[in-house]
């Protein structure tokens, strides 16, 4: 693309199918993002998504529009003005913040003014399934403290009954992917008290969300694909308690940080999300999450392989990826190399259960 540019496609394999209510995942698809500056290289990744009308070369395309600036003029604020909110905007400006960090020699956490990354207990998910499939899934997981259960409109009751019976002192979420209707949610409102679900993500579609307004809900009532950025969250005042905050939506950490302000400014809980993909795009989302009172960030959990040094499961709590990875200070590169994939960090990850496909 550039000499100090680069964007490029890259496929990581599930250890195991993943399904939504939307379909049948096998590998995530992200673009990865280098920005050069002399030895350094700033990173980035996004998770182009089909739902908000990205793909892989959507994306690249509108990276290589930055093609224009000269590499000193490309910095957070003028990618603000210069992309919208979004994949593409977040794999850049996820790679400024790696490089700003490698050129101070200080870590991303001490740039924002906090300490080091704390570990998260982060949500593990169980994709959607048959009823006996996704309870064998959740007795693996049953000793974590949160799970998050994807469903759709067919028999959503079954499924979550299932997941509690296998999985009975866990948190409980639950996620439809904007399957429900608002008359399917109320006939769920016992259900969901019995079960004790702290919280049910998207359950309409988001052009629909004003039909939430008065309805008493048993449970917190999240904001996903409703809530992209801060100047949404006027309009989900009284039809959401939380918003789920993804860095692909907000294009990035600048953007997310804002949201996360003016959020809990307007009295929303915050969740943190993510799109299937790898540890890199997951090391700036932690700094989102160590502010979250639910996180989900289990995306590299479900990969065959993950970047050397990525994050992973130590007694139920998601442990940092390496400095080395992204934002540490630290990294400085001779050669800026095409990826290729590459072997699992160690300690090794805590795969998903095959029973979850």
């Not at 794999?91 to 998260?120: H, I, K």
């Not at 992973?312 to 990826?321: E, I, R, S, T």
């Amino acid at each position: 693309m550039l000499p100090w540019l680069s964007a490029v496609p890259r496929s990581w394999p599930l250890a195991t199918p993943f399904r939504i209510s939307r379909g049948l995942r096998t590998t995530a698809e992200v673009v990865e993002v280098h920005i050069r500056d002399g030895g350094r290289i700033g990173r980035g990744e996004s998770t182009p998504y089909a739902r908000y009308g990205e793909t892989i070369d959507s994306v690249i395309a509108q990276v290589e529009t930055l093609a224009r600036l000269p590499s000193a003029a490309l910095d957070r604020a003028q990618l603000q003005r210069m992309l919208p909110a979004g994949a593409a905007r977040n794999a850049v400006d996820s790679a400024l913040w790696d490089l700003e960090s490698q050129r101070r020699g200080v870590p991303v956490s001490t740039l924002l003014g906090q300490t080091d990354l704390p570990c998260l207990p982060t949500a593990q998910t169980i994709g959607l399934d048959t009823a006996e499939r996704m309870a064998e899934a959740a007795r693996g997981h049953a000793h974590l403290d949160l799970l998050k259960i994807k469903v759709g409109a067919d028999d959503p009751a079954r499924l979550i009954q299932a997941v509690r019976d296998a999985a009975p002192q866990a948190r409980l979420m639950v996620d439809p992917n904007e399957s429900w209707t608002i008359d399917l949610l109320q006939a769920m409102q016992p259900l969901l008290a019995a079960t004790r679900v702290e919280l049910v993500e998207q359950p309409l579609p988001a052009g629909e969300d004003e039909r939430l307004r008065g309805f008493q809900s048993a449970t917190l009532l999240c904001a996903d694909e409703s809530c992209h950025v801060a100047e949404d969250l006027p309009r989900l005042q009284d039809l959401y308690g939380v918003v789920n905050i993804k860095l692909d939506k907000t294009g990035g950490l600048t953007g997310a940080l804002t949201l996360l302000d003016a959020a809990r400014a307007q009295g929303f809980e915050i969740m943190v999300g993510c799109m299937g993909c790898s540890s890199l795009a997951i090391a700036p989302a932690l700094h989102v999450g160590r502010h979250a009172h639910f996180v989900d960030l289990d995306g590299p959990l479900w990969l065959r392989d993950d970047h050397p040094g990525g994050v992973h499961l130590v007694g139920g709590l998601l442990q940092p990826p390496a400095s080395m990875l992204w934002g540490g200070g630290g990294r400085i590169e001779v050669e800026d190399r095409t990826p290729t994939p590459i072997a699992p960090a160690q300690p090794p990850r805590v795969a998903p259960s095959p029973l979850t496909a």
